[in-house]
């Protein structure tokens, strides 16, 4: 059984930086994928970034590009979601996700909400200005 948990959001003024982290526990192997999505209240979920396992590709919205990077301890089957220079506007409720499976570079790319499987329960990340 797939589980994810999420930790590591909070309150931060602009410019600040957190680092989310996702856990994943029940896989075996690395053919998933794992994706971080968010959704701020009124808007739809919003794809943020993505990495598959299988290859070691990574992922990245363009608004995001260049802010926000991944990295990982092996060990735990953790996903860490470093966000750097953190705007207002990326103040939302950030959920992971994952879907196992091979050749899951395309989806990865896609960050698209419905092509996964299991979610985690969110963590919320609030930017003031």
């Known amino acids: 059984q797939v589980q994810l948990v999420e930790s590591g959001g909070g309150s931060v003024q602009a410019g600040g930086s957190l680092r989310l982290s996702c856990a994943a526990s029940?896989?075996?192997?690395?053919?998933?994928?794992m994706a971080w999505f968010r959704q701020a209240p009124g808007k739809e979920r919003e794809g943020v970034g993505c990495?598959?396992?299988?290859?070691?590709?990574?992922y990245l919205a363009d608004s995001v590009k260049g802010r926000f990077t991944f990295s990982q301890d092996s060990a735990k089957n953790t996903l860490h979601l470093q966000m750097n220079s953190l705007k207002p506007e990326d103040s939302a409720m950030y959920y992971c996700?994952?879907?196992?499976?091979?050749?899951?570079?395309?989806?990865?790319?896609?960050?698209?909400?419905?092509?996964?499987?299991?979610w985690g329960q969110g963590t919320q990340v609030t930017v003031s200005s």
């Open positions: 990495k598959y396992f299988g290859d070691g590709s990574t």
């Open positions: 996700a994952t879907v196992s499976g091979y050749a899951l570079n395309s989806v990865c790319g896609r960050i698209a909400a419905p092509e996964y499987r299991h």
């Open positions: 029940g896989y075996t192997g690395s053919y998933y994928s």
